[in-house]
């Protein structure tokens, strides 16, 4: 059985982005301020065990987080969650920073973000652990200019202002560092302002933004609505892998940690379903995000295609996101990021 929480949840979506609303119908217009980041290191877990009484599986609650309804549509389409043994509750934000600030405040048992927000968030002490890795092309994140923008390559945005959304240290921001990198420029040649999705999407369509690095839903209603791809996140120029996250308070609770395990295994499921039946988890984006057909196309081709464990080969892909983005202080301080995985409810 499957339930939002009224607090967390957005509104719902409206029939399809109007020319100034944009991607504001098709995610959760819940905006929390940027996650406050103090503490370094991976979170702490109690090395006592897991705490409290075992309870029975119908009395857990868990509370899922989520972005812009990704895992919500896709878990709701494929039934992923029918006939779990526990209740499932939805917490949906438009960005990865507030999505944080509800795990950090206990707002959420698990997290759903690309790399470099789960390693802002484990570098600022956010209580979670990395449980199991989201794998895609890259196509998902691009930097997108207005069409008759005189940015022709990335070499051209030097001098010029780049809108990132989320907040500092997005997915986006690591392919704008990435992709001027490998033009031969460096991260100061650009002005980077942020902003979150919503709000860059609605100036981006006013015509008030010229270059934005955006990802998901908000990088194909932009496109969709004349927005010009610059570049992309293929061929290396992103890791490829998000996590899912659980925060160390879920890991701990002994009634929680089999539901999380259950939880994670129904949607690499939900993964597996959207892959083979892309026509029908199209139709649920459209339906439950707003989208137009084509903006529902571009997303199912662009989503994280399957769930895998987090093996050594995803570390070291994602220490480098780190190593890149510490090096022009965007992540301070840097994260090992081998230390801050829990490989116990998804495994090989």
Not at 34 to 59: E, H, R
Not at 116 to 139: C, E, W, Y
Not at 216 to 239: H, I, W
Not at 336 to 348: E, F, G, M, P, Y
């Amino acid at each position: 059985m499957t339930r939002s929480p009224r607090a967390l949840s957005g509104p719902r979506s409206g029939s399809g982005p109007g020319p100034r609303s944009g991607a504001r119908a098709l995610a959760a217009a819940l905006a929390l301020s940027v996650l406050a980041l103090v503490t370094a290191g991976c979170g702490t877990q109690d090395d006592g065990g897991a705490s409290g009484p075992a309870a029975a599986a119908s009395d857990v609650t868990l509370t899922l987080g989520d972005q812009a309804k990704n895992l919500q549509t896709l878990a709701n389409a494929s039934d992923a969650f029918k006939g779990a043994p526990y209740q499932v509750k939805w917490a949906e934000f438009e960005g990865a920073a507030p999505l944080f600030q509800a795990a950090q405040a206990g707002a959420a048992d698990t997290t759903y973000a690309a790399d470099l927000p789960t390693l802002q968030a484990l570098s600022g002490g956010v209580p979670i652990k990395t449980v199991a890795a989201l794998r895609n092309d890259g196509t998902a994140v691009g930097i997108v200019v207005q069409k008759n923008s005189e940015v022709r390559k990335v070499a051209d945005l030097k001098g010029r202002t780049v809108v990132v959304s989320s907040a500092k240290g997005s997915i986006s921001e690591y392919l704008l560092a990435n992709a001027l990198q490998q033009a031969g420029l460096s991260y100061s040649d650009v002005k980077v302002k942020y902003l979150l999705p919503t709000d860059a999407q609605a100036a981006f369509s006013a015509g008030k933004i010229d270059t934005w690095a955006i990802f998901g839903v908000y990088k194909a209603v932009a496109t969709q609505q004349g927005g010009r791809e610059l570049v992309n996140g293929a061929d290396g120029r992103v890791s490829g892998y998000g996590f899912i996250g659980a925060t160390d308070k879920a890991l701990a609770d002994r009634a929680k940690k089999p539901a999380l395990a259950d939880a994670v295994k129904r949607l690499g499921t939900a993964l597996e379903w959207a892959r083979s039946h892309p026509d029908a988890y199209g139709a649920a984006i459209r339906k439950n995000n707003g989208a137009s057909a084509e903006v529902a196309k571009t997303i199912v081709g662009q989503s994280y295609g399957e769930l895998v464990p987090i093996t050594p080969e995803v570390t070291q892909a994602v220490q480098k996101v780190a190593d890149t983005m510490h090096g022009i202080k965007v992540l301070d301080p840097n994260v090992t990021v081998a230390d801050c995985v829990d490989t116990s409810l998804h495994a090989k």
